[in-house]
């Protein structure tokens, strides 16, 4: 039922949460039912997106689950990265003319 709602609520609708719970489900499975779920999920999202460039990370995401990278993991880092890249942007697209004319007058 969440998912029937949030859907329409997102930016990819129905395929995007497919591909993220696909790429999920496959990284930790890594069945044929996973694969094909995955796959179908970024052709899927061409409807929305008008090309085939998310087709182009499958190869990534299968070979993802096989890959001992030893990356650290820190639990909490993407709770403070992901405000503060929004922030950035927004500062970028809108900040400087509110520092600029603070400056100015």
């Given at each position: 039922?969440?998912?029937?709602?949030?859907?329409?609520?997102?930016e990819y609708a129905?395929?995007?949460?497919?591909?993220?719970?696909?790429?999920?489900?496959?990284?930790?499975?890594?069945?044929?039912l996973s694969t094909?779920?995955?796959?179908?999920?970024?052709?899927?999202?061409?409807?929305?997106?008008?090309?085939?460039?998310?087709?182009?990370?499958?190869?990534?995401?299968?070979?993802?689950?096989?890959?001992?990278?030893?990356?650290?993991?820190?639990?909490?880092?993407?709770?403070?990265?992901?405000?503060?890249?929004?922030?950035?942007?927004?500062?970028?697209?809108?900040?400087?003319?509110?520092?600029?004319?603070?400056?100015?007058?």
């Amino acid at each position: 039922m969440c998912f029937a709602l949030a859907a329409p609520l997102v930016e990819y609708a129905w395929f995007g949460l497919v591909f993220v719970l696909a790429s999920w489900f496959h990284c930790r499975q890594g069945s044929v039912l996973s694969t094909s779920l995955l796959f179908l999920a970024a052709v899927g999202l061409t409807a929305v997106n008008g090309n085939f460039y998310a087709v182009l990370v499958l190869p990534l995401l299968l070979l993802a689950p096989r890959l001992d990278l030893g990356v650290p993991r820190w639990r909490y880092v993407f709770y403070v990265y992901y405000p503060l890249h929004l922030a950035v942007i927004w500062f970028w697209l809108h900040g400087q003319k509110y520092v600029v004319a603070h400056l100015l007058a």
